[in-house]
């Protein structure tokens, strides 16, 4: 595979010493991104007859377009503006950049091949061993996102009481309950029950698993149980013979767990508010989950990057 070079001439930002740094020149260096390249030796995003753009610069291109919102051909524009873009994309100052045909291809064999997932897997590993010391508990819960359009086939409409009816997907999240990074991911049809969906978002020996009363009943304490958890899950009543005694013991379970569980909600807000992910930008399943990953990547980037500076 004939693979363009980039990078080779001197950058050209000027004097180095004096420049303002980024946040983008911190995450560059917070993972070892050649473990990253390893997982895309073999993709090409190139156009028939054209050398291919690295498929580890465009990869970082498809976070800088969560990190700061953007759709292909804004990301294709702030690229051959923006020199901090440029240094975390790894383009000199004058070399040209992709279009956003590019970036089409780039996600189009990620999710052909089901790479979103392996880089998830392989980034948040090297993430993990960064940031968490020792394991406590795990987070579960879930959001609706709408789907791009509502001919959507793979998405379905939900309504929640008190709320307008939704066409779009369910995002299945289990983080950590300490340094709230997103351990696991799922996607679904937005009909179905989190209950359902939540063992696919449980990562190994998740210690306490902190869930809202959506995932009450077997299936999921089963789940639990069986990768060595202890199920803590919102209940909505209990046996007892005196009513106001029940209340508060009631009360007195339910109330350690919405403190903690509480957290994840900070996660869906960072995801929504900040990166985009109020709707799908494309239709199907298998794109909808591609966002998802790329979404929780960028995020754990950003959230390890604190965890280090505070422990610094």
Same mark, same amino acid.
């Given at each position: 595979?004939?693979?363009?070079?980039?990078?080779?001439?001197?950058?050209?930002?000027?004097?180095?010493?004096?420049?303002?740094?980024?946040?983008?020149?911190?995450?560059?260096?917070?993972?070892?991104?050649?473990?990253?390249?390893?997982?895309?030796?073999?993709?090409?995003?190139?156009?028939?007859?054209?050398?291919?753009?690295?498929?580890?610069?465009?990869?970082?291109?498809?976070?800088?377009?969560?990190?700061?919102?953007?759709?292909?051909?804004?990301?294709?524009?702030?690229?051959?503006?923006?020199?901090?873009?440029?240094?975390?994309?790894?383009?000199?100052?004058?070399?040209?950049?992709?279009?956003?045909?590019?970036?089409?291809?780039?996600?189009?064999?990620?999710?052909?091949?089901?790479?979103?997932?392996?880089?998830?897997?392989?980034?948040?590993?090297?993430?993990?061993?960064? #940031?968490? &010391?020792?394991?406590? +508990? $795990?987070?579960?819960?879930?959001?609706?996102?709408?789907?791009?359009? /509502? *001919?959507? !086939?793979?998405?379905?409409?939900?309504?929640?009481?008190?709320?307008?009816?939704?066409?779009?997907?369910?995002?299945?999240?289990?983080?950590?309950?300490?340094?709230?990074?997103?351990?696991?991911?799922?996607?679904?049809?937005?009909?179905?029950?989190?209950?359902?969906?939540?063992?696919?978002?449980?990562?190994?020996?998740?210690?306490?698993?902190?869930?809202?009363?959506?995932?009450?009943?077997?299936?999921?304490?089963? #789940?639990? &149980?069986?990768?060595? +958890? $202890?199920?803590?899950?919102?209940?909505?009543?209990?046996?007892?013979? /005196? *009513?106001? !005694?029940?209340?508060?013991?009631?009360?007195?379970?339910?109330?350690?767990?919405?403190?903690?569980?509480?957290?994840?909600?900070?996660?869906?807000?960072?995801?929504?508010?900040?990166?985009?992910?109020?709707?799908?930008?494309?239709?199907?399943?298998?794109?909808?989950?591609?966002?998802?990953?790329?979404?929780?990547?960028?995020?754990?980037?950003?959230?390890?990057?604190?965890?280090?500076?505070?422990?610094?």
């Amino acid at each position: 595979m004939s693979c363009r070079r980039i990078g080779q001439e001197d950058f050209g930002f000027g004097d180095h010493r004096g420049r303002r740094q980024s946040s983008l020149d911190d995450l560059a260096g917070l993972i070892d991104w050649s473990r990253v390249e390893s997982q895309l030796a073999d993709v090409s995003s190139a156009a028939k007859g054209e050398p291919a753009w690295s498929p580890l610069a465009l990869f970082k291109a498809m976070l800088l377009a969560v990190w700061y919102d953007l759709s292909d051909v804004k990301l294709a524009e702030a690229l051959d503006d923006r020199g901090s873009f440029r240094r975390f994309y790894g383009f000199s100052a004058s070399e040209p950049t992709p279009e956003r045909t590019a970036f089409v291809r780039f996600r189009k064999t990620l999710v052909s091949r089901g790479l979103d997932k392996t880089l998830f897997d392989a980034i948040t590993a090297q993430l993990k061993a960064k #940031a968490i &010391r020792v394991k406590t +508990g $795990t987070l579960v819960d879930a959001t609706i996102i709408a789907s791009a359009s /509502d *001919e959507d !086939e793979d998405a379905h409409w939900v309504k929640h009481k008190g709320k307008p009816a939704v066409h779009g997907f369910k995002a299945h999240v289990g983080a950590d309950a300490d340094t709230a990074l997103v351990e696991e991911v799922a996607i679904t049809p937005a009909n179905v029950n989190d209950g359902k969906a939540g063992p696919e978002t449980l990562p190994d020996d998740p210690g306490e698993v902190f869930a809202d009363s959506a995932y009450r009943g077997k299936h999921f304490g089963d #789940a639990v &149980r069986a990768r060595g +958890g $202890t199920p803590r899950v919102v209940s909505t009543g209990l046996w007892g013979r /005196d *009513e106001a !005694e029940t209340i508060v013991r009631l009360e007195a379970w339910n109330r350690p767990i919405h403190h903690i569980r509480a957290r994840i909600e900070k996660i869906f807000g960072t995801w929504k508010r900040c990166y985009g992910l109020r709707r799908m930008r494309w239709r199907g399943l298998a794109k909808a989950a591609a966002q998802l990953r790329l979404t929780a990547i960028a995020y754990n980037l950003k959230r390890t990057m604190c965890i280090v500076a505070g422990a610094a």
